[in-house]
């Protein structure tokens, strides 16, 4: 059931600048035209906002470790490549140097020595210089143990170098386990095993700083999760969220069992939860875009990648305390930099504007995959990602033919371009026509993909394709 959207004109007058002028402006304002206490940035410096909780302040770019450079040049999870050490130190040293101080990382990141590698990489500067998010990621029934998580949280700690977390999320709430819903999975998580009491505690002491929770999922968890804040009986400094343009008003349509943006970021904002943003590029999706958006894109500001919309977007919002980033390549993180050093938020004009994009880029139908890998490895051999990937990025890029293109002669130029090109990314044993549709994958992706149903209409298209040549 479609909730109650905010309209285009709302959201823009709950943004941090909302005039078309604000260029000029030194500090970002609230709806009213006045100087926000959340916000603070100089003209050629990295934009920061105020945790209003802690007082921390925090640059509106975050570091997300999730996806680390490897020794064999590469980033993917199914790597048996170490980590590049030396690479990660140098990047963390450059975010530094350039104002960023938030960074996130999980034990389940990068077959489980993200934080090692962040531990390393940061311990290397000022305890009070940074900010560490790490998270409890007890997504395995064997870690639920009140004795196991602990083990976990503690790791965490030695992990990182540190002997306090500043932000600590529990992991991916609403996202189901084996037979169990989210809520199901959520009580045996935190609740039936004291362990959220405990963090409680942990908090109290001064181990945790800031306590909150990531969303994935079934959307009955995160109400849940907010009216136990709203009832006294957990307070949560602040909360994780996926927000880009595209999955503003689109999530749920893309995909039933995801949530739009809007409602997320105002059921967060209403009660004065600052949000960090996750997914602001959708897996880098939003890094490229198809050659008819782009036109328009470079017609509205020839000076912007897509890249630099779509971060502007994320960090446009009254209440937005970070927007996390994915920075493998050296070069990204350069670019992401500038663009929040500082930030110039969107006006009304150039919102509306992405979100009529919004609307071009949802009618392409592509996958909403983020490349995260939690679906891999798949028991048949799949390589699930690199299939999702090739589809979208030949329908960013204007590559997919039509199948009803006939004898045209470009039609059959572009479809043995496409069949070539899809040999090439995915191995024909790792294909989408060896699908069973066993679901062993399903449970396990964040964006509640129905993976079988894509590879079975991924494979109709690669035969129909097959066919018209024949």
Excluded at 25 to 37: E, F, M, V
Excluded at 70 to 83: F, K, P, Q
Excluded at 302 to 311: F, V
């Amino acid at each position: 059931m479609k909730r109650d959207i905010m309209n285009r004109r709302d959201f823009i007058k709950k943004s941090s600048g909302a005039v078309a002028a604000v260029a000029a402006l030194p500090l970002l304002t609230d709806c009213n035209g006045k100087k926000s206490p959340h916000a603070e940035q100089t003209e050629g410096e990295m934009t920061y906002r105020v945790n209003p909780n802690t007082g921390d302040k925090v640059s509106l770019l975050g570091y997300g470790m999730m996806r680390l450079p490897l020794t064999d040049g590469g980033y993917s999870r199914e790597s048996n490549a170490e980590i590049d050490q030396e690479t990660v130190n140098a990047q963390v040293d450059y975010a530094l140097a350039h104002g960023v101080n938030y960074f996130d990382t999980s034990p389940a990141y990068c077959r489980g020595m993200s934080e090692t590698a962040t531990g390393t990489a940061l311990s290397r500067h000022r305890r009070d210089s940074y900010y560490i998010a790490t998270k409890l990621s007890n997504f395995s029934p064997e870690t639920w143990p009140r004795k196991e998580s602990e083990a976990m949280f503690r790791r965490s700690l030695k992990n990182l170098r540190t002997d306090y977390i500043d932000y600590l999320l529990l992991h991916g709430i609403g996202m189901g386990s084996q037979n169990k819903d989210g809520m199901e999975t959520f009580y045996g998580r935190y609740i039936d095993n004291g362990i959220l009491d405990w963090l409680v505690e942990q908090k109290e002491k001064g181990v945790i700083r800031n306590l909150g929770f990531s969303y994935h999922g079934d959307i009955k968890v995160f109400d849940y999760l907010l009216q136990l804040h709203d009832e006294g009986k957990y307070h949560w400094d602040f909360v994780q969220i996926e927000l880009n343009y595209l999955d503003w008003n689109y999530a749920n349509e893309i995909n039933s069992r995801n949530t739009d943006a809007v409602y997320l970021y105002e059921e967060v904002h209403k009660r004065g939860i600052p949000a960090v943003i996750m997914e602001p590029l959708l897996g880098g999706r939003l890094a490229t875009q198809p050659e008819g958006v782009m036109r328009k894109m470079l017609k509205m500001n020839p000076d912007l990648t897509p890249a630099q919309w779509a971060l502007r977007f994320a960090g446009t919002p009254e209440g937005v305390l970070t927007v996390l980033s994915g920075m493998t390549m050296t070069e990204h993180l350069k670019e992401n930099v500038r663009t929040y050093s500082p930030l110039m938020p969107l006006s009304e004009e150039e919102n509306k504007f992405l979100l009529d994009l919004a609307e071009d880029i949802y009618n392409m139908k592509a996958v909403p995959c983020t490349a995260c890998n939690y679906c891999m490895p798949c028991p048949y051999g799949l390589n699930i990602p690199a299939i999702f990937a090739y589809y979208n990025r030949c329908l960013a890029e204007g590559l997919t033919p039509v199948t009803s293109g006939g004898a045209d002669s470009q039609y059959k130029r572009d479809r043995r371009h496409w069949l070539v090109g899809y040999d090439r990314a995915v191995p024909r044993m790792r294909q989408a026509s060896h699908c069973i549709g066993c679901r062993e994958c399903v449970s396990h992706c964040p964006q509640r993909i129905q993976i079988p149903e894509q590879m079975q209409r991924i494979d109709e298209y690669v035969e129909a394709l097959k066919r018209s040549g024949s």
